[in-house]
């Protein structure tokens, strides 16, 4: 009897670093697993054409396949690669109502603990740490180095920057944006849509759509969310972001959880979720 798998089809939406990125993190666990479990077709982008950074694309020897439109056509898995988490949330629904499935990956470098629950699209990147008994929503990105301790919660869409740290208990809601190298101390609650600056550190509950920043973390804006200050020094009190009018959804039904970090481990987790 054949134990050959049928590999999934696989597109990236987003061609930005953070799609790039994605696929680093399809490469590696290809590579970890004992046969490949995606193909890896290709990337879309809505950009205008000539906007998307083709020769970028062609370096990884990888090619933008055409815009959003293609995932009604396509039998295809999708991740979705984009910094904005309101552009994340509005594919999220195009995706699903066009019935495709979003991948959910951890990297083989990942450091995973026992009763882990992700959410459909989460992805784990490498030498991110996630602690026992914690719970991501849809979309959901822990982005390089960054750590989760044990039972936290994070919301659909929200994003840990590299070398974010969660402490025990903390939680954070959708859309929310968790800076590289912040830290949220045990049992806060980060709102939906709020920000935290880089390098901050969060010792109280940050109200939704609050940007704060500083040691401790203080209030610097209001109203908006991560999906327009992802790429800008939130240290600056000038910034002010447009407001959002999406609604706050509850984490979904997340995947049984993986094994303990191990080589095997980490392959048996990505296999479980394709």
Do not use: K
Not at 147 to 166: E, F, K, Q
Not at 214 to 240: E, H, K, Q, S, W
Not at 252 to 271: K, L, M, V, Y
């Amino acid at each position: 009897m054949s134990t050959r798998r049928h590999r999934r089809q696989l597109v990236i939406v987003g061609t930005g670093g953070y799609g790039r990125e994605l696929l680093d993190l399809v490469e590696a666990v290809n590579a970890a697993a004992d046969q490949p479990l995606y193909r890896f077709l290709g990337f879309l982008d809505d950009e205008p054409a000539g906007s998307a950074d083709t020769d970028l694309l062609a370096r990884r020897g990888a090619r933008l396949l055409g815009g959003l439109d293609l995932l009604t056509g396509l039998d295809v898995d999708y991740l979705i690669g984009v910094r904005s988490a309101a552009a994340r949330a509005r594919i999220d629904r195009y995706a699903s109502a066009a019935g495709r499935r979003p991948a959910t990956l951890v990297h083989p470098r990942a450091n995973i603990g026992g009763d882990v629950r992700l959410g459909p699209g989460t992805v784990i990147c490498a030498m991110a740490s996630v602690s026992t008994n914690v719970s991501t929503g849809r979309h959901v990105r822990v982005d390089v180095g960054a750590s989760v301790a044990y039972d936290c919660r994070l919301g659909d869409h929200a994003t840990l920057a590299p070398g974010a740290r969660l402490c025990g208990g903390a939680e954070v809601g959708p859309r929310a944006w968790i800076g590289s190298q912040a830290n949220v101390v045990g049992l806060c609650q980060v709102g939906a849509g709020a920000v935290v600056g880089a390098g901050a550190v969060v010792v109280d509950d940050v109200p939704a759509e609050l940007v704060v920043s500083g040691i401790p973390a203080r209030p610097i804006a209001a109203g908006g969310g991560a999906a327009d200050l992802a790429g800008l020094p939130t240290d600056d009190p000038r910034v002010r972001p447009d407001r959002r009018d999406l609604a706050d959804s509850r984490a979904s039904s997340a995947s049984p959880p993986p094994p303990r970090h191990d080589p095997a481990g980490t392959r048996a987790a990505n296999e479980l979720v394709t």
